[in-house]
T-cell receptor
Framework: AQTVTQSQPEMSVQEAETVTLSCTYD???????LFWYKQPPSRQMILVIR??????QNATENRFSVNFQKAAKSFSLKISDSQLGDAAMYFC????????FGAGTRLTVKP | SQTIHQWPATLVQPVGSPLSLECTVE??????LYWYRQAAGRGLQLLFY??????ISSEVPQNLSASRPQDRQFILSSKKLLLSDSGFYLC??????????????FGQGTRLTVV
């Protein structure tokens, strides 16, 4: 079974600084999709960024970028110029058919 | 545009009572449908996944069940709730990967408290 591991239960970053959230996954598939979702206190799940495994180029969405290392099965999220509104739970997810999530990382942004 | 509706938003039920949570999707056909549970401060646990009417896979053997009576309707049920069923339940939909879909779209969630 596919598993997704987020080894950082909590992370903290100073406003305007950069933070990296880690994610590893276990799979025997070669084609799959990876995602980072944000869950603010409202608990609404918001897609932050996605990566197709067949693409070697790392995905970027404004201040959010990923470091996708397929051989190492690693998929980290970098948030640049952190803002107070970035404070939330962040979930890494993996999909071939259904979608599996990691345990999440709670990000705190200090003013 | 596609939308997903999940209700109720909050529910308090006594132990041993039945449960029915409903989720509907608009604006798309033959979606993949999901039910997840999130314990307090924890990740999302996949409970049920459906690729079509009558096609439901269960990830966690427990006293919960799911049904898909219509293409865009997904129902989570229990005959007798346990205290351990308390949590935040999320419904989601996605396009089949073979049709070019990737991400899942989530409902607002249901906070269930079993007392």
């Amino acid at each position: 079974a596919q598993t997704v591991t987020q080894s950082q239960p909590e992370m903290s970053v100073q406003e305007a600084e950069t933070v990296t959230l880690s994610c590893t996954y276990d799979t025997s598939e070669s084609d799959y999709y990876l995602f980072w979702y944000k869950q603010p206190p409202s608990r609404q799940m918001i897609l932050v960024i996605r990566q197709e495994a067949y693409k070697q180029q790392n995905a970027t969405e404004n201040r959010f970028s990923v470091n996708f290392q397929k051989a190492a099965k690693s998929f980290s999220l970098k948030i640049s110029d952190s803002q107070l509104g970035d404070a939330a739970m962040y979930f890494c997810a993996y999909r071939v058919n259904d979608m599996r999530f990691g345990a999440g990382t709670r990000l705190t942004v200090k003013p | 545009s596609q939308t997903i509706h999940q209700w109720p938003a909050t529910l308090v039920q006594p132990v041993g009572s039945p449960l029915s949570l409903e989720c509907t999707v608009e604006g798309t056909s033959n979606p993949n449908l999901y039910w997840y549970r999130q314990a307090a401060g924890r990740g999302l646990q996949l409970l049920f996944y459906s690729v079509g009417i009558g096609q439901i896979s269960s990830e966690v053997p427990q006293n919960l069940s799911a049904s898909r009576p219509q293409d865009r309707q997904f129902i989570l049920s229990s005959k007798k709730l346990l205290l351990s069923d308390s949590g935040f339940y999320l419904c989601a939909w996605s396009v089949n990967p073979g049709q070019g879909g990737t991400e899942a779209f989530f409902g607002q969630g249901t906070r269930l408290t079993v007392v």
